[in-house]
Every structure is written in structure tokens, then in C-alpha cells.
């Protein structure tokens, strides 16, 4: 298994690509820069899967699935915010292209293969509907919930920060010290360090 990631928007969000063998899976492709298409040409890419659907996460699927035919998956109650991203993208000066539907749907509980690698679906909402975090061996991606140093934002349509804080608090922290957050924006960091240091869950 190996694990890419690409900063990509004027707003420096990270998109993942999960590698197993010859197959590879695409999280939060937020624009489908060049590098990122370069790195997908040599693998079978099966599916894009999304934390959740703010424009910052989503413009670059319409390009990731042209380039590859892999399928979309997201959370059922993301969809409204996936249908709107283009619009919220105009206001902010980003172009972000009309987005298709997903051709499936993921919950609490499900998981998503890439190989032998098997990532764990877990409900994660407070920054957006329909927000999850993927469970993986040693490590989880978080999307916007859990930063190093911080939490994501709850002020957004949708947002709710005590619903944030008990996704953190019984989603992620009871995860071992060790494991690696890979966040949704800025560096990645530990389970034991944001317990022991983040301010914002003393």
C-alpha cells in the first residue's frame, strides 16, 4: 500500500490516492491538477470517495472521473451540498464544474477496498452533512473534522461544533496514540498528540 497526496485549491486542501497493487482509489480529489492525473495513469482507479462534499473537496472529480471512469461514493446527506458546489465555487472565484450524481452511497459501518486494503466508513458529521472519516490500518482520513492543532470549522451551512466535538471525541480519539490523522487541510498528525495537545478538546 502506498499512500499519495496532492495540495490542491487556492484553499490548500489535501487529496489522497490510496495505491494497492495496480488499483487505486482517489479521496477528495478538490482539482484535478496535472500531477495529480499524471500519478493516476498507471493504475486501475475504482472509485473516488469523498469526506464531504464542500467545493474545496469535490472540483476535481468531474476531471479525475474523464481521465479514469472510476465511480463516485459519498454520504447520502452530502448530495445537496455536492449539487451546489459549483455555484458556492462562483462566489469565491473558484471554477468549479457541475458535478455528477454519485453512483453510490456509503454509511456508518460500510467499508471501501482498494486491493487488500479495506478502509472502515465512520460517521463524522459537525463541519458538514453527510461527513465522514475513513479508518484504515494505522491511520484515518479525517476530511475537515480533526486538524493538527485544531478543528474544522462549524460555522458553515450545515455546521454544528458540539455535534463536531462528539464525532472527534467517540469517532477518533478512543483510536490508539499512534494512529496518523491525515487531515483535510495542513499537515498530518497523531491521535495521542491532539488528545494530549489540541486546545480545543481540553
Avoid: W
Avoid at 488499483?23 to 478538490?30: C, F, T
Avoid at 447520502?76 to 450524481?101: F, N, Q, S, T, W
Avoid at 495542513?186 to 495521542?192: C, E, L, N, R, V
Amino acid at each position: 500500500m502506498e499512500i499519495l497526496s496532492f495540495v490542491v485549491t487556492p484553499l490548500a486542501e489535501n487529496c489522497y490516492v490510496i495505491t494497492d497493487g495496480g488499483d487505486a482509489i482517489v479521496i477528495d480529489p478538490g482539482d484535478a491538477i496535472p500531477e495529480l492525473l499524471e500519478a493516476l495513469e498507471d493504475y486501475n482507479v475504482t472509485k473516488i470517495i469523498l469526506t464531504h462534499a464542500h467545493m474545496d473537496h469535490v472540483g476535481g472529480v468531474p476531471g479525475v472521473i474523464e481521465k479514469t471512469g472510476a465511480t463516485l461514493v459519498c454520504h447520502r446527506e452530502a448530495v445537496p451540498m455536492l449539487e451546489v458546489a459549483h455555484e458556492h465555487g462562483a462566489k469565491y472565484g473558484m471554477d468549479i464544474p457541475p458535478l455528477p450524481a454519485p453512483d453510490e452511497f456509503f454509511d456508518e459501518g460500510d467499508t471501501v477496498t482498494v486491493g487488500e486494503v479495506t478502509l472502515k466508513v465512520v460517521n463524522a458529521p459537525g463541519h458538514a452533512p453527510g461527513h465522514v472519516a475513513f479508518l484504515g490500518d494505522g491511520f484515518v482520513i479525517g476530511g475537515d473534522v480533526l486538524f493538527a492543532g485544531s478543528v474544522g470549522r462549524s460555522d458553515l451551512p450545515g455546521g454544528n461544533h458540539d455535534v463536531l466535538i462528539d464525532s472527534i471525541r467517540t469517532k477518533l480519539l478512543p483510536l490508539d496514540d499512534d494512529t496518523v490523522v491525515l487531515c483535510g487541510h495542513g499537515p498530518a498528525t497523531t491521535i495521542g498528540r491532539e488528545r494530549a495537545t489540541n486546545p480545543f478538546l481540553q
